[in-house]
């Protein structure tokens, strides 16, 4: 359910109201009984549970990079390996189809 932020015409007190989207919005300040405005403001967002961080997605027995002094061969990436290999296709001379 959103967090609704108000604040009173009247005497300026500001107040939050968690309620449904289908909830009528407050029209009554609790401190002065004045007239409330709905504020806008950024969404409170808690991101909960695992996967929200780096090291989450780890592979097991994979070692964290220990920065620029590591090699291609060390880092052992699909992508890098490809690359090696299709490098490699390229500079052997073709062999002659026979039909």
Known sequence: M??????????????????KFSDP??????ECGGPV???????AVQFKGSGWYV???AKKGAKP?????SSAS????????EIKKDEKAKSEPKKAEKK
């Open 2 to 19: 959103p967090i609704y932020e108000y604040q009173c015409k009247r005497c300026h007190h500001r107040f939050e109201r968690i309620q």
């Open 25 to 30: 919005h407050i029209k009554k300040c609790p």
């Open 37 to 43: 405005e709905q504020l806008l403001s950024p969404p």
């Open 55 to 57: 090291t989450d997605y």
């Open 65 to 69: 990079s220990t920065g620029e002094s």
């Open 74 to 81: 060390e880092s052992g990436t699909k992508a890098e390996s």
